[in-house]
């Protein structure tokens, strides 16, 4: 992709520039040199410009990926019943006097913005015309859930059933990471690479794709294109999958459902760190970031204390613990 805008911002430049030179030639009777100067300016221009426009072109292509495979399709839609109606009613008003043919087109950009936005508001409706992906493929595990290592456990147990596969371009970022001049950079790719190590005695094969870019993208497509379910940590890449329809595991969501919940009457021990909404309150926070609503601990303020738990709530924001000190 890269490589061939530049080619072509080259190619298109210096054919400007030569067809610049014929023009000053024959117009002027410039010297013949001009055209051998301005297709070399033209070259240069492609070469200075081409790097600039290949990233702008793979970001518009990235941010395309992004899209919702039923915007195009409403869009698309709505613009096709635009124009035929605009066909209609041009052929109707063309029996008007004055009517000429930027009415006509003024008429079908308008018609095509307003049935755009309508099919775009019931872009749901095309959900169902677009294939989506089915979670029997396998699984691909992305650079958060190798570097975060929990992963090896969760296959080595058997919870990811399925051939595990990790993408080239996946392995590759790793690499590069691992490379990293930054200290935590550097053991991050480290860790993820230890982590593909100890995968890699229980069948977990690396995926030739061939594709480079974009990592999230990447995964995007491959797991859309092949069927597959995306294992990672990456929150904003677990939602954006969501809407692509391509099925999403979270080792963190696993481990933190996995956990013993919290019973009255069970001894926990919480630093007190600030002041609760009742008098004679303090409250602090578990090591998963549970809040704990601790009585009588006002006056512990910045010490752990030893409390019993008496009550806990699920909030909209999470679970929360109600205790009795000591």
Do not use: C
Request: aromatic share 6%; net charge positive; proline share 4%.
């Amino acid at each position: 992709m890269r490589n061939a805008v530049q080619a072509a911002t080259v190619l298109l430049l210096g054919y400007l520039g030569y067809r610049l030179g014929l023009w000053l030639s024959s117009a002027y009777q410039a010297s013949t040199l001009n055209i051998v100067y301005l297709t070399l300016v033209g070259v240069l221009t492609g070469i200075l410009l081409g790097p600039r426009l290949a990233h702008l072109a793979e970001r518009l292509l990235a941010a395309w990926r992004r899209v919702p495979p039923e915007v195009p399709l409403a869009i698309a839609t709505g613009s096709l019943v635009a124009l035929l109606a605009a066909v209609l009613l041009t052929t109707l008003l063309d029996q008007i006097p004055g009517f000429r043919w930027y009415h006509s087109l003024l008429l079908a950009l308008f018609l095509i913005v307003v049935f755009s936005a309508v099919t775009l508001a019931n872009r749901h409706l095309f959900t169902r015309a677009v294939p989506q992906a089915s979670p029997k493929g396998g699984k691909l595990l992305d650079t958060s859930a190798l570097i975060d290592g929990r992963v090896a456990e969760v296959v080595e147990l058997g919870f990811l059933d399925g051939p595990v596969y990790v993408p080239d371009f996946v392995l590759k970022e790793l690499q590069g990471l691992a490379d990293s001049n930054d200290a935590l950079s550097r053991a991050k790719g480290r860790r993820g690479l230890e982590t593909l190590a100890r995968l890699g005695e229980f069948e977990v094969r690396v995926l030739d794709t061939g594709l480079s870019g974009e990592v999230d993208d990447a995964l995007l497509r491959v797991a859309r294109e092949r069927g597959m379910a995306i294992v990672s940590n990456d929150s904003a890449l677990l939602s954006l999958a969501k809407v692509y329809g391509v099925p999403g595991l979270s080792i963190h969501a696993l481990a933190h459902a996995l956990k013993a919940p919290y019973q009255p009457g069970q001894a926990i021990r919480v630093k007190i760190q600030k002041l609760g909404k009742e008098p004679g309150q303090g409250v602090g926070y578990l090591e998963d970031g549970t809040m704990v609503v601790v009585e009588r601990a006002a006056e512990d303020r910045g010490a752990w204390v030893e409390a019993v738990v008496t009550q806990v709530i699920q909030t909209p924001l999470g679970k929360m613990v109600f205790a009795r000190k000591r």
